[in-house]
């Protein structure tokens, strides 16, 4: 059974440099879950895909981060442009509809901006 | 919007029970779930609650109040393995988020 996995597991980056992040979920789950979290928080929201389609993304998101789901299959986040204050672990998770309660995560990616 | 508000720290003594609380403010509520994290590691799912009651998972128990907008974890026989934070979470504005609490940190003495 392959859980969630995500690659690089860490990446450090100076500010200003693009990044993009991968994500392979479970195979059979449709749902598809971007996380950001930093030390002492529970993860924070970022966007969520429903097979390809990205149907909701996190006010809070700058115009600097994008996702994609091609196929729906694995998928991609990038950062642009990136400053020090998006230093955190990036995590991926996976869900079966119709639930949003439980969901399977990956290991994270680790995310350094000098 | 919804709010979660979880005790930072709770220490106990290994083969002792402990208790996590979780109270939330939401505009909707559907459910509770809670989460396990241990330092370095990723989430991973302990428990779901939708109505009141206890909800059994061997050494594990979560437990909901919907008219006191509060739940708990309920952790017994502790191991120096269940030291690690632990997370409640409702679903946002839309059916597609969870937003988390802060987390708890779990620290067992042996």
């Known amino acids: 059974d392959t859980g969630v996995s995500q690659d690089p597991r860490h990446k450090i980056t100076k500010r200003g440099q693009n990044v993009t992040f991968r994500c392979d979920p479970i195979?059979?789950?449709?749902?598809l879950y971007w996380y950001r979290q930093t030390l002492g928080q529970g993860p924070e929201f970022l966007t969520y895909?429903?097979?390809?389609?990205?149907?909701?993304k996190s006010r809070l998101l700058s115009d600097r981060f994008s996702a994609e789901r091609p196929k729906g299959s694995f998928s991609t986040l990038e950062i642009q442009r990136t400053e020090q204050g998006d230093s955190a672990m990036y995590l991926c998770?996976?869900?079966?509809?119709?639930?949003?309660?439980?969901?399977?995560f990956g290991p994270g990616t680790r995310l350094t901006v000098t | 919007g919804q709010s979660l508000e979880q005790p930072s720290e709770v220490t106990a003594v290994e083969g002792a029970i402990v208790q996590i609380n979780c109270t939330y403010q939401?505009?909707?509520?559907?459910?509770l779930s809670w989460y396990q994290q241990h330092d370095g590691g990723a989430p991973t799912f302990l428990s779901y609650?939708?109505l009141d009651g206890l909800e059994e998972t061997g050494r594990f128990s979560s437990f909901l109040s919907r008219s006191d907008s509060y739940g708990y974890l309920l952790l017994q026989e502790l191991q120096m393995k269940d030291s690690a934070s632990y997370f409640c979470?409702?679903?946002?504005?839309?059916?597609?988020?969870?937003?988390w609490g802060a987390g708890t940190k779990l620290i067992i003495k042996p």
């Open positions: 998770a996976s869900s079966l509809d119709p639930g949003v309660y439980e969901q399977y």
């Open positions: 195979s059979e789950h449709n749902r």
């Open positions: 895909f429903q097979n390809e389609a990205q149907l909701e």
């Open positions: 939401t505009s909707g509520f559907y459910g």
């Open positions: 609650n939708a």
């Open positions: 979470a409702v679903r946002g504005d839309s059916n597609y988020q969870l937003i």
